[in-house]
């Protein structure tokens, strides 16, 4: 039995629909990302799913329970809140202590549980500090102690790693992602950050406009991307309009390119993603069977692991391209090259309906 | 000449802010002294020697012991009654929005606009059509209604600076509302209330102009027992009255100080970070 279901949820405010008809589950120990911009509803998905909010129509399912209707603490859910939310007259362990008493846990466990807990996020020996003296990252670690301890059945994250600075962000998404797999819980990320979505999440629901636009894992969606805003929202490529025809497709500025077996035929986009374009100096040869346009650099940047181009074609359409640094390319700013492309790393998308 | 004009300005806003300060402190420095004057009239300041003997008078008067007592127990009764109301009314005010919430803001806060001689006069009329004979019951509900508006503004104040997300964090850790009101809101209001309270018991025990209307024979404040004594028995125990209520509202202001800080509550209307 799944332990969330979420069914035919919607969700009104004023006229405006913020949750529309949306359904997934959640099974056991996984760990889903509602992942969207702002605006999109996971925000209100994950209130929906705490009881902050009721819904207006469908059901909410918690370990075959409905739970739609039932009041916060009728739940058992854990939730860390964007800014944690530490109670601030209280120390780290009466933090941690507050749910375990309010769920009825016998005094004789708490130091116990406490202690694992604090174990668990690293925080021992912090027990007696004030959420004050705590950093940013440190005051995270006791919110993710404080809803672990009840042991609830789901655990809701709510933008878990936007308020710390870019740096810090990085080294705790991947402990993060450690607690979540040795806790063994069942999560829900919400997230606008498609790289936190990706790096911790085993399946991604992205969302727009209170719609779920597409699910699957972080390469399932970034590879194969339902439609125009997906692509857009994770990752960058590079669009034209045209009409396909079999296994070719013609832009609006007349460049035909291969795009490999496509079924169906007519007006549609062609997307392809910079990283996937090879920009080779005239001369050199890489991909068989690749697309080849000739063009020039027209700007460049020195990214470091990754370099920019943006090469104007023939045509006088603009391309971005990422190279990675390998030593090995010299192409300069101002300089005639071409681009390979290969068919199967052609995106074609249908017009949005 | 720009320094010079800025330097005056400097000079002409210390000067004003001593002589507002001494304008204050002077009469009532003068009042203190008074009250220890050795003459047994009321004469020119300053006293030509120093007794106490006004205020053995005092505690030996039953007309102004009666009203000290009342007083303080009007104070204390009318500070409980405010700051449990006030409070209520407060959590109401920040916690819900629904249509007709400014006019209640605004009705709540009215009494510190309408002036008191009105409010007497009018709860007057009103308890004597409804039958409210009891002096002390008429006392404790006036003074209700001008003490509340301290004790939901500085209670307002406080909530406002309160994070939603800690009310709703105790609620997904299985806090129920009024668990989670009793064990997070209010512990992070309690300056807030504190101030309230403390304003509440200052202007309870200050008030003569609603207390005049409310009083019967039996339950007048000392405030009042001033007001007639001025009229018909003029001596220097209304001085010795007077230093006895300053030093109850310099305790209140240190207490104030010792639990929000005198700064958080009067410069910035408690308002948190």
């Keep these: ?353 | 000449m720009k320094r010079f004009t800025d330097s005056l300005l400097g000079l002409v806003v210390l000067g004003v802010s001593i002589i507002t300060v001494l304008f204050l402190v002077i009469p009532l420095l003068m009042a203190a002294v008074m009250s220890f004057d050795s003459r047994e009239y009321l004469g020119q300041f300053p006293p030509p020697g120093l007794s106490t003997r006004w205020y053995t008078s005092f505690f030996s008067d039953a007309y102004y012991l009666k009203g000290l007592k009342v007083s303080l127990l009007l104070a204390l009764t009318s500070t409980c009654l405010s700051t449990m109301v006030g409070v209520a009314a407060a959590f109401t005010l920040d916690r819900y929005r629904f249509p007709g919430r400014e006019v209640l803001s605004a009705f709540f806060l009215s009494p510190l606009i309408v002036p008191h001689v009105i409010i007497g006069f009018s709860l007057l009329l009103f308890f004597s059509s409804i039958g409210l004979l009891d002096g002390f019951v008429r006392l404790v509900l006036g003074h209700l209604i001008i003490t509340v508006p301290y004790v939901i503004r500085t209670t307002l104040a406080s909530l406002v600076g309160i994070r939603k997300s800690f009310m709703e964090a105790a609620l997904i850790l299985g806090a129920t509302e009024s668990r989670a009101m009793w064990k997070i809101t209010v512990p992070l209001a309690k300056t807030g209330i504190a101030a309230g309270a403390v304003f509440a018991l200052a202007y309870s025990l200050d008030d003569v102009s609603v207390s005049l209307f409310l009083t019967d024979p039996n339950f007048y404040t000392l405030p009042v027992a001033m007001t007639n004594m001025m009229r018909s028995q003029f001596d220097l125990r209304i001085a010795s009255a007077s230093v006895l209520l300053m030093i109850m509202t310099i305790v209140l202001i240190w207490l104030l100080d010792r639990i929000a800080g005198l700064d958080n509550v009067v410069g910035q209307g408690v308002y948190h970070k």
């Design chain 1, 1 to 353: 039995m799944p332990v969330l279901e979420f069914s035919n949820v919607n969700k009104r405010f004023g006229g405006e629909l913020a949750v529309d008809n949306v359904s997934f589950q959640v099974g056991e120990g996984r760990i889903v990302s509602l992942l969207g911009p702002s605006g999109c509803g996971k925000t209100t998905t994950l209130r929906l799913i705490a009881g902050f909010e009721q819904p207006d129509g469908g059901d909410i399912r918690i370990r075959g329970e409905s739970v739609a209707r039932k009041r916060p603490y009728e739940r058992n859910v854990g939730l860390v809140f964007q800014d944690y939310a530490l109670f601030p007259h209280m120390t780290v362990e009466a933090n941690i202590a507050f749910g375990m008493r309010e769920r009825g846990v016998p005094q004789s466990e708490f130091a116990e549980r406490t202690a694992k807990v604090l174990e668990l996020v690293k925080m021992q020996g912090l027990q007696r500090r004030n959420p004050h003296q705590l950093s940013g990252g440190q005051q995270q670690r006791v919110a993710l102690a404080r809803a672990l301890v009840t042991e609830p059945s789901l655990l809701l994250l709510d933008e878990p790693l936007s308020n710390l600075d870019a740096k810090l962000r990085e080294s705790l998404r991947i402990e993060l992602k450690q607690i979540l797999r040795s806790a063994g819980i069942t999560t829900i990320i919400v997230t606008h950050d498609q790289s936190e979505a990706m790096s911790m999440a085993d399946h991604i629901i992205v969302m727009s406009k209170g719609r779920v636009m597409q699910r699957g894992s972080a390469e399932e969606i970034y590879s194969t991307p339902a439609n125009r805003f997906v692509a857009d929202f994770i990752g960058q490529s590079n669009w034209f309009n045209g009409q396909l025809q079999g296994n070719r497709f013609v832009t609006d500025d007349g460049l035909t390119i291969a795009v490999g077996d496509r079924a169906g035929a007519g007006a549609a986009e062609l997307g392809i993603r910079p990283e996937r374009i090879a920009v080779r100096t005239n001369g050199t040869r890489g991909w068989d069977g690749a697309n080849v346009l000739g063009g020039k650099i027209e700007t460049t940047e020195y990214l470091g692991p990754t370099i920019h181009h943006w090469v104007r074609l023939q045509s006088g359409r603009t391309v971005h391209a990422i190279v990675q640094n390998d030593g090995q390319c010299f192409a300069r700013h101002g300089q005639d090259i071409h681009l390979e492309i290969r068919p199967e790393d052609c995106l074609v998308l249908g017009p949005e309906p």
